[in-house]
């Protein structure tokens, strides 16, 4: 499908949330606009879900769950996985165009990504591997030490209704990191997208509607966090919240959760370090950093943001690094020569652009970057130049906040045990990375770091049989992997008398 076909399909009647399995229009009947970030036009009108929409949603997932739902056999839940993963292959090149369109992502980055093959991030694949779960979850029998005769034994079973609320940088792979996980358990969910990226996720609801799920098994509702996602997050017939974002709204998702003391994982914000060694391979480490840092516009949780570098090396790394921002092709996202896209909105271009003038005020020196583009046809959208900071210190805004864009701290240091220090200096602890050629040093820092995730002599890689989850700050609990059908599932306890 190309470009024009997409966007001509968009430009119809405003999109409709999917509840109990029909595509309705919000109770108010209101909708908003999303936004192209490469060229500030509308792309569509999407309906503006609130907390009635919301009480419809988890009403239809409840019915569905303790309804026809509950007797799908393990098999069953594995062919709609599969069936699934089918149509998502079917239609992942206009999944992605709708990421392009709508979030800003780079074209060349996104087809990167989901074309052919088991690569990082690629939802058919993730699709594929929670499949084979679902008929693989069974609890077990306990020798117990009792006199009494007694058989003992647990069961697993779903969690329950599921709210999931994702962000906007990642509006095709966030949905299924939540969905997957679910069907495979049997749970039911209800999903709420980033209102400022929702055509991916509400795409991917046009095609669960293919499938033989019975009405309410997933429903998409579209809104804004302080209305939709707040009545989700302290919904009372809500089981479950699976929250990616901020670490400020992950604390409101939290505080929310007491209501009836729901489960919550959450995956949040992060500042990581990535350390680069004196001995290490420049020539690797450098482009490295670069996408640890630049890919999908900076816009990425566990972007690599603070640059420590070993003072032996460090102008030369600040000097090539430079040269490397530089070199990166800022444009139009589906321009498929273009490295870096735009900003996803205006406010969060505004917020970046903070940080432009914040560096050099502390005292930071600007050795790429450091200035919104503005040229020609860009003026229209949310670009920024890659930004390299030299000469930071630990204290300044750059290096302790989450900036969420295309912005680099490069930091000096000496010794191991002071990076170490310096780099576990921070509320978040979602990623780290160690460049070097000594394996006992990369052990001892992978031992150190207090991180989620660790990358040596690489970075960001994904895979969903990994765990990928935060520590401190950046939240709990973990997605992808057989690790999260813990959080999608309880575990109940049975004794069985056995004698007369």
Known sequence: MDVESVIAELGGAPRRLLIDGRWVPAVSEKTFDTINPSTGAVIASVAEGDAEDIDLAVAAARRALEGPWRRFTPVQRQNILLRFAELVEKHIDELALLNVIDMGVPYSWQMGVTRGGVKPGNPVETIRYFAGWATKLHGETVQNSLSTPLHSLT?????????????????????????????????????????????????????????????????????????AGARLAAHPDVNKIGFTGSTATGREIIRASAVNMKRVHVELGGKSPDIVFADADLDVAIPGAAMGIFANNGQVCSAGSRIFVQRPVYEEFV???????????????????????????????????????????????????????????????????????????????????????????????????????????????????????????AHKMIDALQAGNVYVNTWGQVDPCMPFGGLKTSGYGNELSGHVLHEYLNTKAVWIRVDD
């Not at 495979?184 to 209102?195: D, F, Q």
């Not at 003038?357 to 860009?378: C, F, Q, T």
């Not at 002071?418 to 160690?434: D, K, M, P, Q, S």
């Open 155 to 227: 069961l697993r079973e779903p969690v329950g209704v599921v709210g999931a609320i994702i962000p906007w940088n990642s509006p095709l792979a966030a949905p299924v990191w939540k969905i997957a996980p679910v069907l495979a358990t049997g749970c039911t969910i209800v999903l709420k997208p980033a209102e400022e990226a929702p055509l991916t996720p509400l795409r991917l609801g046009e095609l669960l509607q293919e499938l033989d799920l019975p009405p309410g098994v997933v429903n998409v509702v579209t809104g804004y966090g302080e209305t």
């Open 319 to 441: 000097s090539r690094f430079a040269e490397e921002a530089a070199r990166l092709k800022v444009g139009d996202a589906l321009d498929p020569d273009t490295e870096i896209g735009p900003i996803v909105s205006r406010a969060q271009l505004d917020r970046v652009a903070g940080y432009l003038e914040s560096g050099p005020a502390e005292g930071a020196r600007v050795v790429a970057g450091g200035h919104r583009v503005e040229d020609g046809e860009l003026a229209k959208g949310n670009f920024v130049a890659p930004t390299v900071f030299a000469d930071v210190r630990d204290e300044m805004r750059i290096a302790r906040e989450e900036i969420f864009g295309p912005v680099a701290s490069v930091l000096p240091f000496d010794t191991v045990d002071e990076v170490i220090r310096r780099a576990n200096a921070t509320e978040y602890g979602l990623a780290a990375g160690v460049w070097t050629r000594d394996v006992g040093r």
